[in-house]
């Protein structure tokens, strides 16, 4: 078994330490303002299991990276958008890091602190997809 010389802990502590974090509370506020965009970076089984942030935009942590750099054949338009962009996951982990990559290549952006797992709870809007049969 190799040993690492990070583990994903610290990595992400230590993203943490230099990104934003916004709390569930304040970004449930936010929801309708248009200079805000919230992307959410779940897999698409977990929107579909668990539902998602009304008006958020999906975009696969794998694709990330390329979804944002212009020079990318993989660009998508809306991170040409001069708002706040705001990303999340289920529990912050996977935010973080993409936040702090994103920093890394001059993005910049925030990240909801708890990912969406107090999202409900704390009375945030989520829609779900009906099941066909």
């Not at 990330?64 to 993989?74: A, G, R, T």
Request: net charge negative; aromatic share 10%.
């Amino acid at each position: 078994m190799q040993t690492l010389k990070i583990n994903t802990q610290k990595m992400v502590a230590d993203a943490r330490q230099r990104i934003e974090e916004i709390e569930t509370a304040d970004l449930i506020k936010l929801v309708e303002d248009p200079n805000v965009v919230i992307v959410d970076i779940r897999d698409i089984r977990e929107r579909q299991r668990g539902g998602f942030i009304p008006g958020s935009f999906h975009a696969p942590r794998g694709m990330i990276e390329f979804w944002v750099d212009p020079d990318s054949p993989y660009f998508k338009d809306v991170f040409a958008q001069d708002k706040k962009f705001v990303f999340h996951c289920a529990s912050g982990w996977r935010s973080a890091l993409t936040v702090a990559t994103l920093q890394d290549m001059g993005f910049e952006a925030a990240h909801l602190k708890e990912g969406f797992s107090t999202w409900e709870q704390q009375g945030g809007p989520v829609e779900r997809v009906e099941e066909t049969s």
